[in-house]
C-alpha cells in the first residue's frame, strides 16, 4: 500500500507559524552600503538592514524613544549608521551588532528631515524642520557648527567631495542652495536658479561641478569655481533623484564619450541617462504598464556598481550600473494583502496579490521576489491550476491575464481577457485538467473562458504577445456582487456565492441552474467544493461556515465561532475538517464530524483575505489587511510525538522513582519527584520518609541536603498541602525542618514572594468586589399602597 503524504489522512490538531513576509520598508530613504550587499531602509520606529542577497533582515533597528525614523544616514566607510526620531534624539549604531554606541539630543527645535557624512566619516550634518542645520563630529562627540537663515524645511545637505574644502550644501524652502564655509562658518553663496522644491545634489569626481535636479523639471550643473549655472537641462518631468554616472563609457545606456552624464528618476516611472554638455537624452529605460511606478529614490553604490530605485508603491529594485540590467526587486510593503496562492508542482513559489496592480511572487526557499506587471488596476483574486505551473488573476481593470511560470522560476504573461462591465472579483480554474476558467464580476455575470491549444503548448516563446482570450458562456446569477465561484472537482458543476445572501449550484459548461443554497442572513464571501464528499461549504459574513448537500440543497451543519465575517473556508484533512478565516484576524480549525472547533490561531491583526492549503496539505498560507504574509507548517505529528516522548519520559522517571523509595534513597527520590512538579508525588516521598522508624533525623537531613530551588519548590508545595487537613501534619513538619535550619535572610525572600502573592489576590479580590457592586440592580420601587 502507497504512503499517504504527510498531514493527509488523519485529523489535524494545531497549526504554528513557519514563516512571515511582513512590511520592511514603507517610504522615504533606502542606502545601499558601498559593497551592494547590505540594504538600508525605513519602517515606521526602525532602520531595516536587508541582506541582498537572501533578502531577509539582519537587523531592526529601533531608538529607545520607539519614536517614528525621520531621517538617517550610513557613513561612506560603511562602519557609523546614524538615525533620528521625531523625539528629537539622535543614535549613532553599531549596526552589525545593533547596538547603539551613542544617544544624544538633536537640539534642533523640530525633527530631523536630512543628514549626511563627510566624505571622511568624521562630520554629520543634519538639517532640521526648524530651518537650522547643525554639524556634528561623530568621532570626538560634540557640536562644531549651528548655521542659520534657512527658510523652513531643510530637506537636502550634502558636503563637497573633497574633504580639504570644508563646505557644505543645503537646500530649503525656498529652492536656493546655499553654501556653507565650516572654516569661516558663514554662508558663501546662494545658487537660485530653480522654481520648484529641489530633490537632490550630486557631484563630479573632480570637484568642480554640481547637479541639481528639481520638481520644476530640470536638472542644472553648476561650476563650483564661479557657483554659477553652466547648463539648463529639460527633462519633462517632475525629478526626485539625479545620479552623476562615472566617467567612462557605457554603450549600453547611450554614453559614447567620456564628458558629463547623468541619470534621472522621476514621476514618468522609467530611468533615463542625459549628456549634460548636449541637453540630449542618451538613453530611456523601457515603460511598464500600470500605475504606481512613479519612482521616489535612486542612488548609486559606485563601488558595488549597482544602482537602487524606489517605486511609489514601495518597491525596492537594483540594477548593475553600467547596463541598468535588472539583479534584484524587493516588495517593501504590500498593503492591504486581499489574496494569496501556492505556486508551482511542489508548492516552491507563493503568489500575492495585493492592493496593487502588481502581483508579487516569492520563492520561499531564497526569498526571491519578482514584481509581475500588466494589470492596470488592483488585482482582486488569484486561482491556480492543478499541475502548479499556470495561474489566472483578475482585476477591478475588468480583465483577466494568464500566467506561466517556467522551470526556472521566471513567470511572464501568456494570455489576456476582457468582457466584462465591472470589477472582476473571483475567479477559479479547472481541476481535472487545464482546460477552462471561470470568472465572476460586480456585473452580477459569470463568464467560462476556454483555454486555447496554443496556451498548453510548451513551445509557446516568453517574449510572444498574450493570447487573447474568448468567452465560451456568459450567465447572470445573481441580483448582487458575485464574491466566490469554486469549480467542483470533476469540472461539471460550478457554485457561485454572492452578497444577495445565496450560493447557487450550475452545470458546466452550459451555465444550467441546478439549485439555490439560502440560509444565511448576510452577504457570502466564499464557497468550497469538499474534494471527497457531495458537500459544499459557505462562509458568510454573519459569521457562520455551513455545510450543504449537493443532492438536495439542504443545509447539513452549520459551524458557529467568529466573532465577525467569516471570508474564506477551506477543506482540509482529505474532507474532514475545514479551515477558515475572519475579519477578526482569526483563523479556526474545525472537525465536521461533531462541530467541534479544534484550534484558533492568532496571528494577524486584521481582515485575513487570502487563504491557501498545499498539495500535500501540510502547510497553509494566509495573507491579510495588516500587510502580512504568514506560512503555517501542520505541527499536529511534532507536537503529538512530543507527547509521547514526555509520557514516556514520565513513566520512566516514576519507576525509577519507586525504584528509589523501595530503595530507601529519600535525597534522590525527593529531588526526582520535585522535578517532575507534581505536589502529589513529592508529598507520596516525604509521607514515605516519615514512615521510618527514624523519621525526624531522615526528613532534617534529606530536606536539608536539597538545593535551594528545590527548598523554593517544596515550601510552595507546603502551602498546597496546608490547606488539607489530612496533609497539614506533612506540611508542618517539613516547615519545622526548614525554619529550624534555615538562615532568616533566606526565608525572608521566600516570604516577600508569597506576600507579593497574596498582595495580588487582594487586588483582585478589590476588584472583583467593585465589579459586583456596581453590577447589582438597584431595588425596584415599592409598590403604591392601596388606599
Known sequence: MAETPAGVGRFKANYAVERKIEPFYKGGKAQLDQTGKHLFCVCGTRVNVLDVASGTILQSLEQEDQEDITAFDLSPDDEVLVTASRALLLAQWAWRGGSVTRLWKAIHT????????????????????????????????????????????????????????????????????????LQDRSCLAMLTAHYSAITSLAFSADGHSMLSSGRDKICIVWDLQSYQATKTVPVFESVEAAVLLPEELAPALGVKNSGLHFLTAGDQGILRVWEAA??????????????????????????????????????????????????????????????????????????????????????????????????????????????????????????????????????????????????????????????????????????????????????????????????QATQRCHDKDINSLAVAP????????????????????????????????????????????????????????????????????????????????????????????????LLKLWTIKNNECVRTLDAHEDKVWGLHCSQLDDHALTGGSDSRVILWKDVTEAEQAEEQAKQEEQVVKQQELDNLLHEKRYLRALGLAISLDQPHTVLTVIQAIRKDPEACEKLEGTVLQLRRDQKEALLRFCVTWNTNSRHCHDAQAVLSVLLQHEAPEELLTYEERHFQRLSRTLQAATFLDFLWHNMKLSPLPAPPSAL
Not at 562630520?123 to 537650522?132: I, K, N, R, S
Not at 513559489?349 to 520561499?364: D, Q, R, T, W
Not at 455545510?547 to 465577525?564: I, M, N, P, R, V
Open 110 to 181: 523640530a525633527p530631523v528631515a536630512t543628514m549626511a557624512f563627510d566624505p571622511t566619516s568624521t562630520l554629520l550634518a543634519t538639517g532640521g524642520c526648524d530651518g537650522a542645520v547643525r554639524v556634528w563630529d561623530v568621532v570626538r562627540h560634540y557640536g562644531t557648527h549651528h548655521f542659520r537663515g534657512s527658510p523652513g524645511v531643510v530637506h537636502l545637505v550634502a558636503f563637497h567631495p573633497d574633504p580639504t574644502r570644508l563646505l557644505l550644501y543645503s537646500s530649503a524652502a525656498d529652492t536656493a542652495i546655499r553654501v556653507w564655509s
Open 278 to 471: 548636449s541637453g540630449q537624452c542618451v538613453y530611456t529605460q523601457p515603460k511598464l504598464p500600470g500605475p504606481g511606478r512613479e519612482l521616489t529614490h535612486c542612488s548609486l553604490a559606485h563601488t558595488a556598481g549597482l544602482l537602487l530605485s524606489v517605486t511609489a508603491d514601495h518597491n525596492l529594485i537594483l540594477y548593475e550600473a553600467r547596463s541598468l540590467q535588472l539583479q534584484k526587486q524587493f516588495a517593501g510593503y504590500s498593503e492591504e494583502v486581499l489574496d494569496v496562492r501556492f505556486l508551482g508542482p511542489k508548492d516552491s513559489h507563493i503568489i500575492v496579490a495585493s492592493n496593487s496592480p502588481c502581483l508579487k511572487v516569492f520563492e520561499l526557499q531564497t526569498s526571491a521576489c519578482q514584481i509581475l506587471h500588466g494589470h492596470t488596476d488592483i488585482v482582486l483574486a488569484l486561482d491556480v491550476f492543478r499541475k502548479g505551473w499556470l495561474f489566472a488573476s483578475c482585476a477591478k481593470d475588468q480583465s483577466i491575464r494568464i500566467w506561466r511560470m517556467n522551470k526556472a522560476g521566471q513567470v511572464s504573461c501568456v494570455a489576456q481577457g476582457s468582457g466584462h462591465t465591472h470589477s472582476v472579483g473571483t475567479i477559479c480554474c479547472s481541476r481535472l485538467k487545464e482546460s477552462f476558467l471561470v470568472t465572476g464580476s460586480q456585473d452580477c455575470t459569470v463568464k467560462l473562458w476556454p483555454l486555447p491549444e496554443a496556451l498548453l503548448s510548451k513551445s509557446t516563446a516568453p517574449d510572444t504577445d498574450p493570447i487573447l482570450l474568448q468567452a
Open 490 to 585: 470533476n469540472d461539471k458543476l460550478l457554485a457561485t456565492a454572492s452578497q444577495d445572501r445565496t450560493a447557487k449550484l450550475w452545470a458546466l459548461p452550459q451555465c444550467q441552474l441546478l439549485g439555490v443554497f439560502s440560509g444565511h442572513r448576510r452577504g457570502l464571501w466564499c464557497v468550497q467544493f469538499s474534494p471527497m464528499d457531495q458537500v459544499l461549504a459557505t462562509a458568510s459574513a454573519d459569521g457562520t461556515i455551513k455545510l450543504w448537500s449537493l443532492q438536495d440543497f439542504s443545509c447539513l451543519k452549520t459551524f458557529e465561532g467568529h466573532d465577525a465575517s467569516v471570508l474564506k473556508v477551506a477543506f482540509v484533512s482529505r474532507g474532514t475538517q475545514l479551515l477558515s478565516s475572519g475579519s477578526d484576524g
